[in-house]
């Protein structure tokens, strides 16, 4: 399976404002491998962008279906959404909101949730109280990095370790992964509830 080329489709036409996965070999064994470890039938994404991600878990798991919230601060973000309905069908639906405006009884219903939206600390903290509060299983997180950017003082990987180390944030750390981006080297974290 080649989703490099198949979903080249999501970028072609657009300048390159944020990075995003590349869907290649090594990418998809990464969410074939998050799929088995969950088990997930239905996921919320926040942060859709480009929507390779979305792509990329519907391709690998024919069965998901798949939810994308998003500011849609981008014109590619609402194009490209459409165009993943169109592909998917039932299996993929998109809401263009803020993550903050998101009520967590409304979400427990999801075996994970993959959070790549906002990186601010408050965002991010926001999104991780968010799952608490609405039970959710699993937490995926991307970019699990040191630093994303010094002159915001956005770092997600302290802040992820931060909160794995309250005793009230009730997840633990399952695994791992790096992955190639189209902006380097990249890293996701998958978390369980305990």
Known sequence: MNLVKECKFLTDG?????????????TCRMVHVICKLTRCQNVLEIGFNYGHSAYTFMSMNK???????DIGQYEHTLVNAKKIKEVFGDRFEFTQKSSFDIDPTTIGHYDMVFIDGDHSTEGMSSDMNLCRDAGVEYILIDDYVDCISKELGIYPKQLVNHYLSKPDFPYRRVQEFAYPATDGQNKMILLKRK
């Open 14 to 26: 657009w300048s390159y404002e944020e990075g995003h996965v590349v869907p290649d070999n090594n």
């Open 63 to 69: 069965e998901l279906v798949y939810h994308s919230v």
